[in-house]
């Protein structure tokens, strides 16, 4: 079985943003609450990404490790979808200047 990165904001290291949580597994104290993927956040903050746009238009977990309904997002789908989501901030941000 794989391990569980979710950690609710009890068992985290540091008390995450709310805006980075979504209902999940934590996989030290095993609750069903909302829980933050560290190694997510941290790959999202190293691209700038505000807890705004995380919350809009980006996964919060990976994997909610509940039990049925679990789908594991690999890291190259996490890497389309930032990078989608990138390409759009640039869009905007032209559109903005063009008008
Ligand atoms: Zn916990």
Not at 3 to 11: D, G, I, V
Not at 46 to 52: A, S
């Amino acid at each position: 079985m794989e391990t569980n990165p979710n950690r609710c904001s009890a068992c985290a290291e540091v008390i995450p943003d709310v805006r980075l949580m979504d209902t999940g597994k934590c996989g030290s104290c095993g609750q069903t609450r909302d829980v933050v993927d560290p190694a997510l956040a941290d790959l999202y903050n190293g691209f700038d990404l505000t807890p705004d746009e995380i919350w809009k238009f980006l996964p919060r977990l990976r994997s909610t490790h509940l039990d049925g309904i679990d789908r594991t997002l690999g890291w190259t789908e996490i890497g389309q979808k930032v990078n989608q989501r990138i390409r759009q901030q640039m869009a905007d941000a032209l559109d903005e200047q063009t008008h």
